[in-house]
């Protein structure tokens, strides 16, 4: 079936990276874009940019430009978001999503627990 | 791009109607038919229930129906079940392959 599959929770302190992945399954890697939304505990989402696997080109939430980075590996279906300098107010659920229509995201990962903790 | 404008809570009671309301920009929601509509359960991952303003995904109940008008879009649940108790968030399409997203509602069914 279709699905992704994220890696699991990380733990950082602050001025660390961290680097999730999102391992698709069940189509065509390569046929929709690829986007990641992050979820602060108790708060809404918000919406962080979008990679194009076929081809990998990306476009950030201005917030991020600077800080994230989404790549792919086209040879295990996988989309990475790395994010830099990390800071207390980055804790959150991270999730990648697929594209299925325009701007619409049908489906979701199981979510990605990011705490940034000294 | 700022968060579009969700209330924090709405609430009916079974069998009842009740209707969501998500109020954009000129920029935002009143420039693009790209307006999402979804549910998410405490603990999981976001569902989609609605695309393109008023679509609706294969499997999500005809009860659930949207629309847009000007800068404002709306959600409607008709027929409340318990079910349908959990967070809902809008989003829009804000040019330039940016996304954004409301506050969301937490719907509460009596």
């Known amino acids: 079936q279709v699905q992704l599959v994220q890696s699991g929770a990380e733990v950082k302190k602050p001025g660390a990276s961290v680097k999730v992945s999102c391992k698709a399954s069940?189509?065509?890697?390569?046929?929709?874009?690829m986007h990641w939304v992050r979820q602060a505990p108790g708060q809404g989402l918000e919406w962080m940019g979008v990679i194009n696997p076929s081809g990998g080109t990306t476009m950030y939430a201005q917030k991020f430009q600077g800080r994230v980075t989404m790549t792919i590996d086209t040879s295990t279906s996988t989309v990475y978001m790395e994010m830099s300098s990390l800071r207390k107010e980055d804790t959150a659920v991270y999730y990648c999503?697929?594209?299925?229509?325009?701007?619409?995201?049908?489906?979701w990962g199981q979510g990605t627990m990011v705490t940034v903790s000294s | 791009q700022s968060a579009l404008t969700q209330p924090p809570s709405a609430s009916g009671s079974p069998g009842q109607s009740v209707t969501i309301s998500c109020t954009g920009t000129?920029?935002?929601?009143?420039?693009?038919?790209?307006v999402s509509w979804y549910q998410q359960h405490p603990g999981k991952a976001p569902k989609l229930m609605i695309f393109e303003v008023s679509m609706r995904p294969s499997g999500v109940p005809d009860r659930f129906s949207a629309s847009k008008s000007g800068n404002t879009a709306s959600l409607t649940v008709s027929g409340l079940q318990a079910e349908d108790e959990g967070d809902y968030y809008c989003?829009?399409?804000?040019?330039?392959?940016?996304?954004?997203f409301g506050g969301g509602t937490k719907l509460t069914v009596l």
């Open positions: 069940g189509y065509t890697f390569t046929s929709y874009y």
């Open positions: 989003s829009s399409y804000a040019g330039s392959n940016n996304v954004v």
């Open positions: 000129s920029s935002d929601v009143g420039a693009y038919k790209y």
């Open positions: 999503a697929r594209e299925i229509q325009p701007h619409a995201f049908d489906i």
